[in-house]
């Protein structure tokens, strides 16, 4: 387990200013070692209150408040090596903090992955029926629409999907899994795991339109009611930029969602990936509240 305890914090007051100009922060944690130790344990202070503000706000009902304050501790440790690694990567487009806080609120989700696998026996690949057929506007299970579903997506998930395109197929649309454990324990990284869903996600959609069992576009839901529920399960945007490089301008993004400027029409990629991730949507939403609390 990562060492959560706050990093040693010099009698100095070289990071007081920083908070008001992006730019100290970079000079701050670039600068001589009494310094950069106080700076960076201001900064673990802040990432701190947010990443315990964002376990709360996720898992305040299941968890105990000791566990919610150890994965905070790790999530902030981690991405403050993390940002003092990554400095070149600041651009000063937002505010430092909100480009702070994307670490602190991914590496949370990262380790709470960790601890969900750690936990909990490897995911089955069988495929629960049941459960898609409770999905929102599914056909009912017993009626020959449902059947020919059933069968049409067996056979294309055993005939085009690689053996972990299937593994991560059926178990993200099959199970019932939080959103963090899809940042580990299916690959080895989050932007890996959700590579391997959107492939699949592409194949089977595509065969499935050549069967004509989905159409595109969509038939209007008033006239064919499969039609929807099946694209929105299949939904590969190609201009989905994937984890990666979504996290690269998601504060950015967040920023430009709080000040109304469009945020959809400057980032699509980035919107793309967010309807489609459902760790990283969760993480943006975390995002969102940290900015808005001023962290």
Known sequence: ???????????????????????????????????????????????????????????????????????????????????????????????????????????????????????????????DWKRLATRPGAPVAASPQWREIRAALGRVIDDELTVNQRAVFTVVTLSDLPAEALTSGLGPSRNAIYQALFEARRKVAARLTAEGILHTPPVPPSRDNKAQWLADLLAADPGDTGCDVAFQSIDRYAEAELEETGARGRFPGVAAHLACCGPCGVDYQGLIAAARQGV
């Not at 200013?17 to 000079?27: F, I, K, L, M, T």
């Open 1 to 127: 387990m990562a060492d959560a305890r706050p990093l040693s914090r010099p009698e100095t007051a070289a990071w007081q200013g920083a908070e008001q100009d992006p730019q100290n922060w970079v000079r701050a944690l670039r600068s001589a070692p009494g310094d950069r130790d106080a700076a960076r344990a201001r900064l673990y202070e802040l990432l701190l209150q947010a990443a315990r503000s964002e376990a709360q706000r996720r898992w305040s009902a299941t968890a105990a408040q000791e566990d919610l304050g150890d994965l905070a501790g790790q999530a902030a440790t981690a991405a403050v090596l993390a940002i003092a690694s990554d400095l070149d990567g600041y651009s000063g487009d937002t505010r430092f903090m909100t480009w702070a806080c994307k670490y602190v609120i991914y590496r949370l989700s990262d380790a709470a992955g960790r601890r969900f696998w750690h936990a909990s026996a490897p995911p089955a690949e069988e495929l």
